[in-house]
Nanobody, 119 residues
Framework: QVQLVESGGGLVQAGGSLRLSCAAS????????MGWYRQAPGKQRELVATVTRTGITNYAGSVKGRFTISRENAKNTVYLQMNSLKSEDTAVYYCNAKTLSGSTWYLYWGQGTQVTVSS
C-alpha cells in the first residue's frame, strides 16, 4: 500500500508565499515522477508542476517564475515553493507520484491540501 501525505496548505494574502510538502510511504521506492496538481471549485484538476527522479522539471505556464518544485529522493518527498501568490492560485492542491513497474504505470494521489489566497 502507498500513502502520499501532504502538508503546508493554508490561508495567505495575495503576494505571499507558502511551501507544500508531500511524503510518499509504503510500497513505493523512488517514483519516476512526482508532482503537484490543483483543482479549483467548478474546474477540472490541472497540472501545476512535476519533477522526475533525475530532476527534470515541468511547470504550468501560469505558475512559471513563481513556483518551484523540488524533491528529496532519499525521503520520497516532493516540495512546492509558491511565491507571489495570486487569488487565482486558490485551489485544493494534490500530490501525485508515478512509478513504472515493467510496462505498467502506477499512479498515486494524496488527499489534497487547501490553499486559499485572499486578495
Amino acid at each position: 500500500q502507498v500513502q502520499l501525505v501532504e502538508s503546508g496548505g493554508g490561508l495567505v494574502q495575495a503576494g505571499g508565499s507558502l511551501r507544500l510538502s508531500c511524503a510518499a510511504s509504503g510500497n513505493i521506492f523512488s517514483p519516476n515522477e512526482m508532482g503537484w496538481y490543483r483543482q479549483a471549485p467548478g474546474k477540472q484538476r490541472e497540472l501545476v508542476a512535476t519533477v522526475t527522479r533525475t530532476g527534470i522539471t515541468n511547470y504550468a505556464g501560469s505558475v512559471k517564475g513563481r513556483f518551484t518544485i523540488s524533491r528529496e529522493n532519499a525521503k520520497n518527498t516532493v516540495y512546492l515553493q509558491m511565491n507571489s501568490l495570486k487569488s487565482e492560485d486558490t485551489a485544493v492542491y494534490y500530490c501525485n507520484a508515478k512509478t513504472l513497474s515493467g510496462s505498467t504505470w502506477y499512479l498515486y494521489w494524496g488527499q489534497g491540501t487547501q490553499v486559499t489566497v485572499s486578495s
